[in-house]
């Protein structure tokens, strides 16, 4: 049985959603081990694109619908209303990592990328959401998101 979010009707295709995570990911990977942390900007800024305006604007995601497109790849619609969440969940996480950059809080760096990392690298590869399974649990305990 596939859960559904009783909040929201609209579907998203997860296999955009997920192509896009791995970009995420190798990004937020080069963010925490290597020194070229403006790789973090584009990031910030197609999550900005996602949370204010929608998937369909994403500039990153168009590109990836247009490739599945190209290879004839059936979409796999799931509740747009976790994955909204989530963006806007990668949105927050990623602009605290830019502000770290910005003013030079290493450590900071460190620990919210590598946490970043866990978490998308489990949507990457495990095909698990973290911030799904919390958006979940608020919206079970009443919470409006």
């Known amino acids: 049985m596939v859960k559904s979010c ?3 009707i609209d579907k998203v295709n997860e296999k955009i ?3 896009n995570s791995l970009f995420v990911f190798l990004g937020l990977l080069g963010f925490v081990l290597t020194p070229y942390k403006v790789v973090i900007i584009p990031i910030v800024i197609d999550f900005l ?3 204010l305006f929608g ?3 994403s ?3 168009f590109l990836i619908k247009h490739s599945l497109n190209i290879l ?4 796999h619609l799931v509740n747009a209303g976790p994955k909204k969440f989530a963006a ?3 949105l927050t996480l990623t602009s605290i990592l830019l502000i770290s950059y910005i003013f030079d809080f290493n450590t900071l760096e460190l620990i919210l990328g590598t946490i970043s990392l866990v978490a998308i690298g489990m949507e990457v590869f495990f095909k698990y959401c973290v911030a799904c399974k919390i958006y979940s649990v608020l919206t079970s305990m009443g919470i409006k998101l």
């Open 6 to 8: 009783p909040i929201t």
């Open 55 to 57: 998937l369909k604007y």
């Open 72 to 75: 004839n790849s059936k979409p």
């Open 17 to 19: 959603i997920r192509i």
């Open 59 to 61: 500039p990153v995601c």
């Open 49 to 51: 694109i996602r949370v």
């Open 88 to 90: 806007k969940i990668g």
